[in-house]
């Protein structure tokens, strides 16, 4: 497997937007939905977007439903995560897997995790 790599993250205000990128090009068999998670200092780390390698079929948490918008790029190599009004609890690590799995209400990360970027809400 292919570690995926995160970016875009940042300083933004609160009600501002922020992309985020994950490059995982070649790092799956497409069974499995790739997915979104994030972490706060502190705390575990909680499930925020799934997308079919499709590009079809996204869920999203409901602490980020209709704010969160996770798409993915024409060659299915790139995955993004927009972010629109962003709250000071959306602070935190961001991170994607290669597949993920539902338990519940609840998705977890199985394949490859990528190292993160920092997501900063703040005034």
């Known amino acids: 497997q292919v570690q995926p790599v995160e970016s875009g993250g940042g300083l933004v205000q609160p009600g501002g937007s922020l992309k985020l990128s994950c490059a995982a090009s070649?790092?799956?068999?497409?069974?499995?939905?790739m997915g979104w998670f994030r972490q706060a200092p502190g705390k575990e780390r909680e499930y925020i977007a799934t997308?079919?390698?499709?590009?079809?079929?996204?869920t999203y948490a409901d602490s980020v439903k209709g704010r969160f918008t996770v798409s993915m790029d024409n060659a299915k190599s790139v995955v993004f995560l927009e972010m629109n009004d962003l709250k000071p609890e959306d602070t935190g690590v961001y991170y994607c897997?290669?597949?993920?799995?539902?338990?519940?209400?609840?998705?977890?990360?199985?394949?490859?995790w990528g190292q993160g970027t920092q997501v900063t809400v703040s005034s």
């Open positions: 997308l079919k390698w499709s590009g079809t079929m996204p």
């Open positions: 070649g790092a799956t068999d497409s069974y499995h939905p």
């Open positions: 897997n290669t597949d993920s799995v539902r338990f519940g209400s609840s998705w977890y990360g199985i394949g490859s």
